[in-house]
């Protein structure tokens, strides 16, 4: 089971600020850079966020990460039509042999 | 143009075996660790298995280890998993995902991912 914890649905009219919430340990989050994935409907994972607030090439800036002791966030501001998606937080977590652990997901809804 | 394409998946019965396979190509394969995560049908995701740039560092998650074995090949620039002794619980899309960084002894994110390739374990 997961060991980061997210809500499981946000929501925002368009041109709204929705933040995600991902709380983790000292194992992992509390130790560790946190990425961010997004998964539009049907297809594969996308790495939107790492390293806490690193944004690959052709990411929106609209989308920014941040994190703070055992939690991190996702900010997606100026809400659009197709950031109607899955997102998933991230990280190592140093427990026992170590291992890579996901957050248990939120949808997105564009109102 | 980075790619990874997954293939190997099928109906398998419980307590069977099944290897995927991943083919990579549109980069330096051996200067990267890559990733198998699975995500059952609706639910999130979770990380399998990963392995170093040059098989120095493997890992795997708890409700896999001892059934599965990740190995690469770097010539081929292929990367695989060999699943035994599968059970329901194991049915799912595999993804393949490679690094984000390079050449690094841990493991950190990923950058790019496969479309998947689905494993369906049932009697």
């Known amino acids: 089971q997961s060991v980061l914890t997210q809500p499981p649905s946000a929501s925002g009219t368009p041109g709204q600020r929705v933040t995600i919430s991902c709380s983790g340990s000292?194992?992992?989050?509390?130790?560790?850079?946190v990425n961010w994935y997004q998964q539009l409907p049907g297809t594969a994972p996308k790495l939107l966020i790492y390293?806490?607030?690193q944004r690959p090439s052709g990411v929106p800036d609209r989308f920014s990460g941040s994190k703070s002791g055992t939690s991190a966030s996702l900010a997606i501001s100026g809400l659009q039509s197709e950031d109607e998606a899955d997102y998933y937080c991230?990280?190592?977590?140093?427990?026992?042999?170590?291992?890579?652990?996901f957050g248990t997901g939120t949808k997105v809804t564009v109102l | 143009e980075v790619q990874l394409v997954e293939s190997g998946g099928g109906l398998v019965q419980p307590g069977r075996s099944l290897r995927l396979s991943c083919a990579a190509s549109?980069?330096?394969?051996?200067?990267?660790?890559m990733h198998w995560v699975r995500q059952a049908p609706g639910k999130g995701l979770e990380w399998v298995s990963g392995?170093?740039?040059?098989?120095?560092?493997?890992g795997y998650a708890d409700s896999v280890k001892g059934r599965f074995t990740i190995s690469r090949d770097n010539a081929k620039n292929s990367l695989y998993l060999q699943m035994n002794s599968l059970r329901a619980e194991d049915t799912a899309l595999y993804y393949c995902?490679?690094?984000?960084?390079?050449?690094?002894?841990?493991?950190?994110?990923?950058?790019?991912w496969g479309q998947g390739t689905l494993v369906t374990v049932s009697s």
């Open positions: 995902a490679k690094e984000g960084q390079q050449l690094v002894p841990r493991f950190d994110y990923f950058d790019y």
């Open positions: 549109g980069f330096t394969f051996d200067d990267y660790a």
């Open positions: 392995i170093s740039w040059n098989s120095g560092s493997i």
């Open positions: 000292s194992s992992n989050i509390g130790s560790n850079t």
């Open positions: 390293s806490n607030n």
């Open positions: 991230a990280a190592w977590d140093d427990s026992l042999n170590g291992l890579y652990v």
